[in-house]
């Protein structure tokens, strides 16, 4: 095991305008260690009821996601249920059960706690503390939060984002963290409550819109995948921290060059996991289909100069 | 003269949360012509009133901008006063008198009439095509509209749109034409309604959020510059049509790479624009400015993975 994720394994129930599913798989530590688990071995520390069955465990270890740190325990796994508006933008929550997950606290198994790299998912900045402080030999510190916790336990998000290398967040909890508009001048605000001591990394992500990582005075910006067809955006965050994180522990690697690679292996296992409901498309991705939309990014997103140099040696620059 | 660009030559009254300014030089031929200044010769065809001073024409006459098409009427010139919102994301026209610009009919001058590049700005679609049927030699034909003509001239801009090589349109106006929120569905039925023959090309700008140009089975997008203060919105897009199609002018080369280089001019040039109020930063700009700003675009933008042989070679891929 060697990316550490903390976050939720829950039941979800999704309206979209054109499907509807009731109680599959999800919550972040789900879709977070799915996508991760094509670059690293993820191991999750989360709760679940009585109602996770065998079948469900096995969508995890199918790719050989390490579940010492997922409990059981007596009652119902959380359960949420939300509905898209006809454009995919816009949900509403219609239930949240937190069931199990209400009493829960987290313990990161023997094992676990020599983790380099942890991703602390959206709980309360409280349990995310709690959890780092259980481990000791971290290198690289994800976390991921949302506007409630911004809103209920400001204080407490602010203490554990000293311990943190990089917050992925979106635009609007940007803008409402630091009641600032412009993004470049939120992600300065954001940065300087961090340690600056670890160099702290931030990501906005932006909806179809892509996203844009700051790191001292480095930007980068990538587009969204263009996707025709949306199915279902559930998810598509914690794909993202999965995937930047997965490729992370996998390379080892947190140079600027290294992490804007992250931010396209993340964008990319969140466009795969938008294709279908669920995790469905998370489950069947191959690698070659991960290598051709690395492709497709490059030529979304890249310009060039000629190099008659480099063409007269043929040696591909893109 | 180059680039032949059609469009308004107005004094506008500006208001922001920030600052304000009367009867400034503006309208999309004015920033357009500016902005391609820096890369060919532009000549304009507009009208303009009896208020339109030699010191308004030495702003264009100092970018070696060709006037001879400017037509100058009796009476006023078109003015245009706007508001910006707090975060200059939207804004209320307080005014538009048209002025000499409601009885314009558009006389290319003959030394134009061979022009190659020509840009429609965004006026009624049949002036658009009137100016066009004056012109002989069209090689590349870029388009500008708004929802004002998508919603009270549609006809006539489908018809006028089966002329043009290139249309430059915002995110909204391109789902208001198609009834379509995904862009990339709207992307495809707007080139189906171009002709084919052309190989139309379609560039939705989305603001703070960069664009997408889409020709065929190509796509590529490119983030906004990122700006702590904008001072001034206005003619963000005309400056941008501008460097694109100056671009495209002083290359003469439309393949797919070339136009993405286009999409990082005009991108560089609307940067500059919005820095200070009406067209004050486009005429300071300097050469060293742009390209420092095109190597910030390419920082900004390219992710590479490691390319021994290249760097063996000392061939700076990036």
């Keep these: 095991m060697n990316l550490l994720i903390i976050g939720s394994v829950a039941f979800d129930s999704i309206k979209t305008p054109f499907e509807s599913v009731e109680g599959t798989l999800g919550g972040s530590a789900t879709f977070c260690s799915l996508a991760a688990s094509f670059f690293t071995q993820p191991g999750i520390v989360a709760v679940v ?73 959206n709980i309360h900045p409280l349990l995310q503390k709690d959890v780092l402080s259980q481990t000791t030999h971290t290198k690289f510190v994800g976390l991921d939060t949302m506007n409630y916790w911004i809103e209920k336990a400001l204080p407490e998000l602010k203490e554990v984002l000293r311990f943190v290398n990089i917050l992925i ?85 947190t140079n600027w060059e290294n992490l804007k690679l992250a931010c396209v292996y993340g964008s990319i296992m969140a466009s795969f996991s938008v294709e279908k409901l669920g995790t469905e498309r998370l489950q069947e991705i191959t690698q070659d289909e991960i290598t051709r939309r690395f492709q497709d990014f490059k030529n979304l997103t890249h310009f060039e100069m000629n190099h008659p140099a480099a063409e007269l040696l043929g040696i591909n620059c893109n």
């Design 169 to 253: 967040i979106n635009d609007s909890e940007a803008r409402e963290f630091t009641h600032e508009h412009n993004l470049l001048k939120a992600s300065k605000k954001i940065l300087g409550i961090m340690d600056l001591m670890r160099q702290p990394i931030l990501i906005i992500k932006r909806g179809e819109n892509g996203l844009s990582m700051f790191q001292g005075s480095h930007i980068f910006s990538l587009p969204a995948y263009p996707l025709e067809d949306v199915a279902d955006p559930t998810g598509a965050g914690d794909s993202f921290a999965g995937g930047f994180m997965g490729y992370i522990t996998q390379t080892e690697n």
């Design 49 to 121: 009821g009585e109602d996770f069955t065998s079948g469900h465990k096995k969508v995890l270890t199918n790719k050989n996601i390490d579940l010492e740190g997922l409990e059981q325990a007596p009652g119902k796994s959380f359960a949420w249920g939300g509905e898209y508006s006809f454009d995919l933008n816009s949900r509403t929550t219609l239930f949240t059960n937190l069931n199990v997950f209400e009493n829960f606290q987290p313990k990161v198994p023997e094992n676990y706690k020599k983790s380099e790299y942890v991703f602390l998912g």
